[in-house]
């Protein structure tokens, strides 16, 4: 999969030298507009007051940077701005809400991204991982098996899975069946 060419940010400048916090799409606004209310809170939590001043300023060139790493193009004026008509509704919302709690952090780290591939069922008898055969259909080296809708059950030397085709509507899919041989 090729990677999206994302424009560099001297290229955007040159293209649109006299672009407008309005110009912006209305995901950047929000994502803007997120890191300032949050920029705002936590002065509000080490300070107990909202920033005037020198203090507006840091919380700009704070949320500006994170503009900048993230490629949108809008000028440092139009930001500074933004923030300065949008310090009076945070405030009224930090008074009338309180401030929002800090994101917990959860109880079970990240894990590892699954492969491609891998299912996360485990085998109930031996506890190994069971590979996919077919789609809602899983098997283990022990003999055991999991089907969507049926569960575990016990692999026999007469069973047969197959994919038998099913027409719903226009479509026809495709469905795991386990069939048994006729001695």
């Excluded at 090729?2 to 995901?27: C, E, F, I, V």
């Amino acid at each position: 999969m090729m990677k999206k060419h994302r424009p560099s940010l001297a290229y955007k400048r040159q293209m649109q030298p006299n672009r407008t916090y309005g110009d912006l799409r209305q995901k950047h606004k929000a994502k803007i507009a997120d890191w300032m209310f949050k920029s705002v809170c936590e002065y509000y939590r080490e300070h107990g007051e909202m920033p005037q001043g020198a203090a507006v300023s840091a919380i700009t060139d704070k949320v500006y940077e994170k503009i900048v790493s993230t490629c949108i193009w809008v000028p440092y004026d139009e930001v500074h701005q933004e923030l300065l008509s949008k310090l009076p509704q945070y405030e009224i919302r930090i008074q009338e809400d309180g401030l929002p709690d800090k994101p917990q952090p959860s109880p079970n780290p990240p894990s590892v991204p699954k492969k491609k591939g891998s299912c996360g069922k485990v085998c109930p008898a031996c506890g190994r991982k069971m590979k996919q055969q077919f789609i809602g259909l899983k098997h283990c080296k022990c003999g055991m098996s999991w089907q969507r809708g049926k569960g575990f059950f016990e692999r026999t030397n007469d069973m047969v899975f197959a994919l038998e085709r099913r027409k719903s509507g226009k479509k026809v899919k495709q469905i795991p069946v386990v069939r048994f041989k006729d001695e």
